[in-house]
């Protein structure tokens, strides 16, 4: 029996009308494999993940793969979005035992949840030097009836390995001068000077790598760092990972050159590049930057907001073919479709193929007749589709090549609207609805930043929305969070350290633009739960809080993936916290959990940038910045601007009433000969109060003066 259709999991519905008897993650399932004697497989993906449809179409959905699977295994199916934990435990151990990792990940258990046998995606047959997954699955079984005992001492070993891996570092303060620069020499090694980024294909967009670069150039004035962050920007904003029609970014690109996407949009990518692109028009004035910020900003409400008010996590990889639409592209990829996707969106039922990219490529043919063949052939030439396409089957993935030919911007808009009406036909990519806490925080700081930068008051009451239904739905009165919701309806699954120190970062900054302090005081709570429930004695810090469920090894990660880790993200949140209320406690704890940077700054600078972003904060100051004055004044609108738009590194911002007591920031800060004033103060001295915004907008710019 399948016992998948009653999940929140938009990823395990999909996979609820397979034939294989899937258990979700439970006790009940392990005690069942204890009952049959049978190994436990354990197959953990999301939702937009291109490979794991694919590994369910060819083998899930496979009846005589089903039969032996249910014959001779438990099956557990696992969402990693909702349950990051078990994701962390059994990736550590693939990475480990192959090299490598990835999803889907396929691993083999004992009925007491040991790992002994490792993978990501099994082909159905032998291919490329993998084994076929039923290979596999005999092997496994052999093992596990004949070779018992080595099975065993396998499984014990890993988890004694895993439990041995205790996170330690000589350097219990947090990083200086000298460690932010070895930082920058070490991105500047690795930096791809030809094509932006860093490293090679697959190249993923580097987010906190560039908010370390853009508050390094803000602190030092290196132009080196801002050169890095402005040669990514532009090339990946003209490069296929954007969608140069409809907004946002894809998750990463397969090549080296920013041209073709793995195209699942995810909304962290999308709310921690927003915040990008808007700070680095704040230092520079960029017209790319502020287009491609507002742009992801309205790509994020338009198509990932939720009838709640949250955000949806992502956009899924694959769409139907519609084949019968001649404006609608057409590519089929490796594999069709991907088990238990239904329907076909917007724009009509598809022909029942799925492919990647469907909805976003386009052949010459197709523009052709959208746009006539004029208009079409200024299309190809700017977009950089050609007949041989850049991607599959002749189809190209637009984008803004280097030397194409100048064209008049009224013809080009008018070409991007009528291909966007077009697109807008196609059977839509599914929607993995499920609101991640999180990521929302990623995106309320995003929205709430871009919409006071860019005087979008839609965006910042957008941001509001999303930190209303986390206080409703995701947290209790105990501080407490939970980390997906549905629909409006909490899930089961505990809030890990990155929601809370996401959710914390994403109320400091609404907070700061809004002026109302109700979000620091939430910010307080989450805060309080991480040093009470996720931190050591020795201010290092847990992915898992100490009361949650027991695995083989509690998670504790401080390198940043696709989003900040946990453990960075906390420390920035503690940063500017302490900022605010001159918390003393909260500003110790941060410095005890930055030394991981020191440690990590000079080694693996890549994987570590959202840590430097908080250890130039705290280099920093930061600088602390109370606007006073009449909320409707306009001279306190334009102190509070020029606030927000200074560009010193995690500068922390409160604006209110003067004397107000909503933050903390504010207090004993009067009006200066009855008109708004701002006061900017760092490590306990301030300056003089001003109430001239340019005055404000110069103490906020450049190398900050102890004075």
Not at 226 to 244: H, K, N, P, S, W
Not at 634 to 663: C, I, N, W, Y
Request: charged share 25%; net charge negative; glycine share 10%.
């Amino acid at each position: 029996m399948n016992r998948l259709a009653d999940s929140q999991s938009p990823y395990l519905r999909q996979h609820a009308d397979n034939p294989v008897h899937w258990w979700p993650w439970q006790p009940e399932a392990f005690e069942e494999a204890r009952r049959r004697d049978v190994p436990v497989l354990l197959s953990v993906g999301y939702s937009a993940c291109h490979w794991c449809h694919v590994m369910a179409h060819e083998s899930f959905a496979d009846e005589s793969v089903a039969a032996y699977l249910n014959e001779h295994f438990v099956s557990v199916k696992v969402d990693r979005e909702e349950r990051p934990d078990i994701d962390a435990v059994y990736m550590e151990a693939v990475q480990a035992a192959t090299g490598h990792g990835g999803w889907p990940m396929t691993v083999f258990l004992t009925p007491e949840a040991e790992p002994f046998y490792f993978g990501t995606y099994f082909p159905p047959e032998p291919r490329h030097g993998m084994p076929g997954f039923r290979q596999v699955l005999e092997g496994v079984v052999s093992a596990w009836v004949d070779r018992r005992g080595e099975v065993g001492e396998v499984a014990g070993r890993i988890v004694r390995e895993l439990a041995g891996r205790s996170l330690s570092y000589d350097a219990p303060r947090p990083p200086g001068n000298a460690e932010l620069h070895a930082a920058l020499i070490g991105l500047t090694r690795e930096f791809d000077a030809v094509r932006g980024g860093f490293g090679g294909a697959p190249k993923f967009p580097p987010s906190m790598v560039l908010e370390f670069l853009l508050r390094h150039h803000a602190r030092t004035g290196s132009e080196a760092a801002l050169q890095m962050v402005q040669a990514t920007c532009e090339a990946m904003a003209r490069g296929g990972i954007y969608d140069q029609l409809g907004g946002g970014f894809a998750r990463y690109s397969v090549d080296a050159e920013w041209v073709v996407p793995h195209f699942e949009k995810m909304l962290y990518d999308n709310a921690l590049l927003c915040r990008v692109y808007a700070h680095l028009w704040r230092a520079t004035g960029s017209d790319l930057a502020r287009r491609v910020a507002l742009e992801t900003a309205d790509f994020l409400v338009r198509e990932l907001r939720t009838e709640q008010g949250g955000f949806a996590s992502a956009l899924d990889a694959d769409s139907p073919v519609f084949e019968d639409d001649p404006a609608a592209g057409a590519t089929e990829g490796d594999a069709e479709g991907g088990a238990g996707e239904t329907g076909a969106g917007a724009g009509g039922a598809g022909s029942g193929r799925h492919a990647e990219g469907a909805f976003y490529v386009w052949t010459p043919g197709q523009l052709r007749r959208v746009l006539g063949e004029a208009d079409a052939e200024l299309a190809a030439g700017y977009f950089g589709v050609t007949e041989e396409g850049t991607f599959e089957e002749g189809a190209s993935v637009l984008r803004l090549p280097d030397g194409q030919p100048l064209a008049d911007a009224e013809a080009v808009d008018s070409v991007r609207r009528r291909l966007l009406a077009a697109r807008e036909e196609r059977p839509r990519p599914e929607r993995d609805d499920k609101v991640i806490a999180a990521w929302n925080g990623l995106a309320i700081a995003a929205l709430a930043e871009t919409g006071a930068y860019f005087e979008r008051p839609d965006l910042t009451a957008a941001a509001v929305e999303a930190a209303d239904l986390l206080v409703r739905v995701h947290l209790d009165y105990y501080g407490r969070l939970m980390r997906t919701s549905r629909d409006g309806t909490p899930g089961e699954s505990a809030g890990v350290l990155e929601d809370y120190a996401d959710v914390a970062e994403g109320f400091l900054t609404l907070s700061g633009v809004t002026g109302e302090g109700v979000w620091v005081e939430f910010a307080g709570l989450l805060l309080d739960t991480v040093l009470r429930h996720f931190t050591a004695e020795d201010g290092t810090l847990f992915d898992t809080a100490d009361d949650a469920e027991t695995l083989i090894r509690r998670p504790q990660d401080p390198t940043d993936n696709a989003v900040p880790s946990g453990w960075t993200a906390a420390a920035g949140a503690l940063v500017g916290y302490a900022a605010a209320t001159g918390s003393g406690r909260h500003r110790e704890a941060a410095e005890r959990a930055l030394g991981v940077v020191t440690a990590l700054a000079g080694r693996a600078p890549r994987f570590i940038g959202w840590g430097l972003a908080a250890g130039e904060a705290l280099l920093d100051g930061p600088r602390e910045v109370a606007v006073v004055g009449d909320p409707d004044d306009p001279a306190t609108r334009r102190l509070h601007r020029a606030a927000l738009l200074g560009t010193a590194p995690g500068a922390v911002v409160a604006v209110g009433e003067p004397d107000g007591d909503e933050v903390p920031l504010l207090a004993h800060r009067p009006l200066v000969d009855g008109r708004p004033a701002a006061y900017v103060c760092r490590n306990f001295t301030c300056d003089a109060p001003t109430t001239d915004p340019d005055l404000l907008t110069a103490a906020l710019r450049g190398p900050a003066v102890d004075g």
